[in-house]
């Protein structure tokens, strides 16, 4: 790991590491034992924010992510998740074309790599998985829908996700799963957590 | 005497009010934002007179206009955009108040707020502060992610929490009113400004930026300069904080408010310094701002 401080305002620092498995190790170990002041760890794509308070400071937060050392073993605090889908999403033609698979090929990549959530943003509990079957790398919709309904399953970007919420969207919506991936009342309110292992599996719609 | 139920009655709401407090720090890895106070340091202040803890829930309201009748006697203190406020008690007796004081709300009587001289959000505290339920450690309204209580209408009850055990220690809190026309506003460079030619952030500094109309608790849309790149395409999405300049393709700066979505695909060229985000959420459509680089 060698990573770039990129401060980010008075009270943040954005590091940047070589890509997600980098970013979860160290947001895994940073969570752990969060350095003194330190509010938020907020890993991305290839980058971790680490927001802090006073009397924190970027020497001291920047001294801690170097001095960082990762907890050996596999984490297990996210845990893993089995979602069950019923893949008749109304794009799921689209992105047999798109790919060049048929459509049940299309399921079979989905259900049959692991995923792991590699970081949340888009909105509250929107986890976005890395992971699973190189194939199934499609571009976002040219137009996004106005609304997809929670419990949607889609793919953009290389990118797969659950929408936790109905919301606006531009992902390809391959299918739908009736477990709840987002609950206020729950702590945490999120299912998805990044580090989190998620496999996919079908079931028959009902 | 038994113990009624102290509640805050909105009458009327004006442009836009709601509930908000210093937010949900903490989970912005769930994809959950902080939101809160867009100035956080007047939320603070009005608290701190009436003896709350500092991030006790009270209403953040846009461009004045706000009514509320007491239902209990109730100790309130205003901050934030300075404007008209008049106390009309429940026998129609009219007494206008300060800002940054605490003052009496008695059971019945109304508060109206005018339209702020300067400055866009006036904040209302309660002693005991606002108890709407919590939702994820926060009674805010984060508009981005559509977390916390409903907006506020005519209407709409809000209950008071206990006070606290401690007891207002002044009365008053001297605080100059924001008179700049064109606030000036400290930056960082960073976290992405080498994505911009070595002129952009000079140009960031050099002439004013119009606030426009497109602007609210997510962010400002800015427009002056155009702040060119060197690098095209799309980041990686990558986390944000308040204060962010965010520069779209279309080279304007939108500069991140208390909603922020939480993590954004295009180049932040600087940061507001924390204490001048304060500022920036006080800076109405149509006013105009500068920035300049500030030493680390």
Redesign the interface.
């Given at each position: 790991m060698n990573p770039r401080f990129?401060?980010?305002?008075?009270?943040?620092v954005?590091v940047e590491l070589g890509g997600a498995a980098e970013v979860l190790a160290l947001?895994d170990t940073l969570?752990a034992d969060p350095p003194r002041g330190v509010?938020?760890?907020?890993?991305?794509?290839?980058?971790?924010?680490v927001?802090f308070e006073p009397p924190a400071h970027w020497g001291a937060v920047e001294s801690a992510v170097l001095n960082a050392r990762p907890a050996a073993g596999p984490r297990v605090a996210a845990g893993e998740v089995t979602v069950p889908v019923v893949y008749d999403g109304d794009d799921l033609a689209d992105v047999a074309v798109l790919t060049g698979l048929s459509e049940r090929e299309v399921v079979e990549a989905h259900t049959g790599m692991p995923w792991t959530v590699a970081?949340?943003?888009?909105?509250?509990?929107?986890?976005?998985l890395v992971g699973g079957n190189p194939r199934l790398r499609v571009p976002r919709r040219t137009e996004s829908r106005v609304r997809v309904p929670a419990g949607a399953v889609a793919l953009a970007a290389g990118f797969s996700a659950v929408y936790p919420?109905e919301s606006p969207g531009g992902w390809r919506l391959i299918g739908r799963t009736d477990l709840p991936v987002w609950d206020?009342a729950a702590d945490?309110?999120?299912l998805l957590?990044?580090g989190a292992r998620v496999r996919f599996v079908e079931v028959r719609r009902g | 005497m038994g113990e009624a139920a102290r509640l805050l009655e909105v009458v009327a709401t004006g442009p836009m009010a709601s509930v908000q407090d210093l937010g949900r720090p903490g989970r912005g890895d769930l994809g959950v934002g902080r939101s809160g106070a867009a100035d956080r340091g007047s939320l603070r202040l009005a608290n701190r007179l009436l003896a709350n803890p500092e991030g006790a829930a009270a209403l953040e309201v846009t461009l004045g206009g706000l009514a509320v009748r007491a239902h209990g006697d109730l100790l309130i203190a205003l901050s934030g955009a300075p404007c008209r406020a008049t106390v009309v008690d429940a026998s129609g007796r009219a007494r206008d108040i300060g800002h940054h004081a605490v003052e009496r709300l008695p059971d019945g009587a109304t508060l109206r707020l005018g339209v702020p001289r300067c400055g866009l959000r006036t904040y209302v505290a309660v002693r005991g502060g606002l108890d709407v339920p919590v939702v994820l450690g926060s009674r805010a309204t984060d508009f981005m992610a559509g977390l916390g209580p409903e907006l506020p209408r005519p209407g709409t009850l809000l209950p008071v929490g206990p006070p606290p055990g401690r007891f207002p220690g002044v009365d008053l809190a001297p605080v100059a009113e924001p008179r700049d026309d064109v606030p000036l506003l400290a930056v960082l460079p960073g976290p992405r400004d080498d994505w911009f030619t070595s002129g952009a952030l000079r140009a960031l500094c050099a002439e004013p930026y119009e606030v426009t109309a497109d602007s609210n608790r997510v962010g400002i849309r800015l427009r002056g300069p155009v702040l060119e790149r060197v690098r095209d395409g799309e980041l990686p999405p990558e986390g944000m904080v308040p204060g962010a300049l965010q520069v779209p393709p279309s080279g304007q700066p939108t500069l991140f408010l208390a909603d922020h979505p939480v993590t954004g695909g295009y180049p932040v060229i600087a940061v507001v310094r924390t204490r001048d985000v304060d500022r920036a959420a006080q800076v109405r459509p149509g006013q105009r701002v500068r920035f300049r680089l500030s030493p680390h």
């Open positions: 990129r401060r980010c305002g008075d009270q943040a954005l947001y969570a509010t938020d760890l907020l890993p991305a794509a290839r980058t971790l924010l927001r970081f949340s943003g888009f909105a509250p509990g929107f986890a976005y919420r206020v945490p309110p999120a957590r990044p | -």
